[in-house]
């Protein structure tokens, strides 16, 4: 267990599946961990507050309040993402998909200023930004913004390092699936992958965690995905 003792994180996104796994192995690595979510919440050890990464009044009091802190996680999608075949697709679900991107943006640009500098951010993508996944053509747009992102921004923020994990087909609640149409969905489509069953919150976070600590690691998005990407 890496020991973030006297360090200080913000989790957005921070109360369920991969941030909540990444709220948790903070918390127990010794770090003082501050978790947002536009919902109520609870977690034993760590700070729960309310807020919407799309509304920067809230984000830059937040951040004003923590002035100092360490880490920056953005594990938040911004609200419903459009699925489905593209030439089907409505343009405002399209559009509306891109809040992730915004919720990322807001929270760099409002928080890097509040960090130490030796401080660390890191956002999420995914697998279908580099990879055609039918009815993702959306989520892969954003990843793809996700990325690129990622690559420009660390010119202009360091010396506050920022990087990306990008999971592949993970099993969290966001999924309203349930039992076997569950089962079944994350079996499907995950049987061509290289490691052939949805991933764990936990193992995407365990990336987050290494993106944190690990200090000459800069502008460079880690996949999480069983080998999803080259199949």
Same mark, same amino acid.
């Given at each position: 267990?890496?020991?973030?003792?006297?360090?200080?994180?913000?989790?957005?996104? $921070?109360?369920?599946?991969?941030?909540?796994?990444?709220?948790?192995?903070?918390? /127990?690595?010794?770090?003082?961990?501050?978790?947002?979510?536009?919902?109520?919440?609870?977690?034993?050890?760590v700070e729960?507050?309310?807020?919407?990464?799309? /509304?920067?009044?809230?984000?830059?009091? *937040?951040?004003?309040?923590?002035?100092?802190?360490?880490?920056?996680?953005?594990?938040?999608?911004?609200?419903?993402?459009?699925?489905?075949?593209?030439?089907?697709? /409505?343009?405002?679900?399209?559009?509306?998909?891109?809040?992730?991107l915004w919720?990322?943006?807001?929270?760099?640009?409002?928080?890097?200023?509040?960090?130490?500098?030796?401080?660390?951010?890191?956002?999420?993508?995914?697998?279908?930004?580099?990879?055609?996944?039918?009815?993702?053509?959306?989520?892969?747009?954003?990843? $793809?913004?996700?990325?690129?992102?990622?690559?420009?921004?660390?010119?202009?923020?360091?010396?506050?390092?920022?990087?990306?994990?990008?999971?592949? *087909?993970?099993?969290?609640?966001?999924?309203?699936?349930?039992?076997?149409?569950?089962?079944?969905?994350?079996?499907?489509?995950?049987?061509?992958?290289?490691?052939?069953?949805?991933?764990?919150?936990?193992?995407?976070?365990?990336?987050?965690?290494?993106? *944190?600590?690990?200090?000459?690691?800069?502008?460079?998005?880690? /996949?999480?995905?069983? $080998?999803?990407?080259?199949?």
């Amino acid at each position: 267990m890496t020991d973030f003792s006297g360090k200080k994180a913000i989790v957005l996104g $921070g109360t369920s599946g991969i941030g909540l796994a990444t709220t948790e192995m903070l918390r /127990d690595g010794g770090a003082e961990v501050i978790a947002g979510s536009r919902r109520e919440c609870e977690i034993e050890g760590v700070e729960c507050v309310q807020v919407d990464v799309l /509304d920067r009044t809230a984000l830059s009091a *937040l951040f004003e309040k923590h002035n100092g802190f360490d880490y920056l996680v953005n594990a938040a999608t911004g609200g419903p993402r459009a699925i489905g075949p593209f030439l089907e697709m /409505d343009l405002q679900g399209y559009q509306n998909s891109f809040a992730k991107l915004w919720g990322y943006v807001n929270s760099v640009r409002l928080g890097v200023p509040h960090m130490t500098p030796t401080g660390a951010v890191v956002l999420f993508s995914g697998y279908p930004a580099r990879k055609w996944r039918a009815g993702a053509i959306a989520i892969g747009s954003v990843g $793809g913004s996700v990325e690129a992102f990622i690559h420009l921004s660390a010119n202009e923020i360091k010396p506050v390092r920022i990087n990306g994990v990008s999971p592949g *087909l993970i099993d969290t609640p966001m999924s309203p699936l349930k039992g076997d149409e569950r089962k079944d969905y994350y079996a499907k489509g995950s049987a061509e992958h290289l490691i052939p069953r949805a991933g764990t919150a936990e193992e995407v976070a365990a990336a987050a965690i290494f993106l *944190l600590e690990n200090q000459f690691v800069t502008g460079t998005i880690v /996949d999480v995905d069983g $080998g999803a990407i080259v199949t």
